[in-house]
C-alpha cells in the first residue's frame, strides 16, 4: 500500500551537531511533501516544506532533502539544540487533499 | 498561518459517556480535518469536516462514533461518543492553508 515511513524511531545526538532525519515513501505519485515537529504535550508544528519539483529547500537552521528517484526524504537541523528535542514526522500528499504521516523519529539532544 | 485553539485541553471521562471536543480558527478557511494520536503513534485521519454538509470519513471511522459540526468557516466540533479505553488518545484538528496543513494545541483524553 502507499505509505510513508522513516528509517529509524530514535536518534540521539550531541548539542551543536548536525542531525540528519530520514524518511523513505511508496507513493510516486506524491508531489508536496512536509515536516513537523512536535514537542511533548504539543500539536505537530510545521518546519519546512517541499514540491517534488525541486530537490533542496533551505530554512533556518533546516534543509530538506529530495531524491525522487528512490523516493527518499530528509530533514537536515544544523547546529541542534535542545530546544530540538522533539518527535519528527514526514508527510506526503498525493493526488487527493490528504497528508499521509509516517510513524515518527523522536530526537535526543545530549548536552 | 493560522492561530487553532481547542477546548478542552484534556479530560478524563467514565467510559460510557461522551465527549465533545471544540476547535476555533483565527480565520476563514475551507478545508478542516480532525485526526487521532493514539500514545507514542504517528497521527491518523479521522474525517474532512466540510462546511455545510456532512463529514467524509476515513475507512475504520464512523459518523456514529464521532459526529462532526462544520456549523461555519472558523469552527468545528468532534464528539467521541459511547466511550471506552480504546479511546484514549490525543485528538487534533487542523486547517489547510496553500496545500499546508496547521495544527491545533490537541486534546489529550483518558477514558478509565
Known amino acids: 500500500g502507499e505509505s510513508v515511513g522513516l528509517h529509524l524511531p530514535t536518534l540521539s545526538v550531541q548539542e551543536g551537531d548536525n542531525s540528519i532525519i530520514n524518511c523513505a515513501y511508496s507513493n510516486s505519485a506524491s508531489d508536496y511533501f512536509i515536516w513537523y515537529k512536535q514537542e511533548s504535550g504539543k500539536g505537530p508544528q510545521f518546519i519546512i516544506d517541499i514540491r517534488s519539483n525541486m530537490d533542496k529547500r533551505q530554512g533556518q537552521r533546516v534543509t530538506v532533502l529530495l531524491n525522487k528517484t528512490v523516493k527518499h526524504l530528509s530533514l537536515q537541523i544544523a547546529a541542534t539544540q535542545p530546544g530540538d528535542s522533539a518527535v519528527y514526522f514526514c508527510?506526503?500528499?498525493?493526488?487527493?487533499?490528504?497528508?499521509?504521516f509516517g510513524a515518527g523519529t523522536t530526537v535526543t539532544v545530549r548536552a | 498561518s493560522a492561530v487553532i485553539s481547542q477546548k478542552p485541553s484534556r479530560d478524563i471521562c467514565q467510559r460510557g459517556t461522551s465527549l465533545t471536543i471544540q476547535c476555533q480558527v483565527d480565520?476563514?478557511?475551507?478545508?478542516m480535518f480532525w485526526y487521532r494520536q493514539q500514545p507514542g503513534q504517528s497521527l491518523t485521519l479521522i474525517a474532512t469536516a466540510n462546511q455545510g454538509s456532512e463529514a467524509t470519513y476515513e475507512s475504520g471511522f464512523v459518523i456514529d462514533k464521532f459526529p462532526i459540526s462544520r456549523p461555519n468557516l472558523t469552527f468545528s466540533t468532534l464528539t467521541v461518543s459511547n466511550m471506552s479505553p480504546e479511546d484514549s488518545s490525543i485528538y487534533l484538528c487542523?486547517?489547510?492553508?496553500?496545500?499546508?496543513?496547521?495544527f491545533g494545541p490537541g486534546t489529550r483524553l483518558t477514558v478509565l
Open positions: 480565520s476563514q478557511v475551507t478545508m
Open positions: 508527510a506526503e500528499k498525493g493526488n487527493d487533499y490528504k497528508l499521509s
Open positions: 487542523s486547517v489547510e492553508e496553500v496545500d499546508t496543513q496547521y
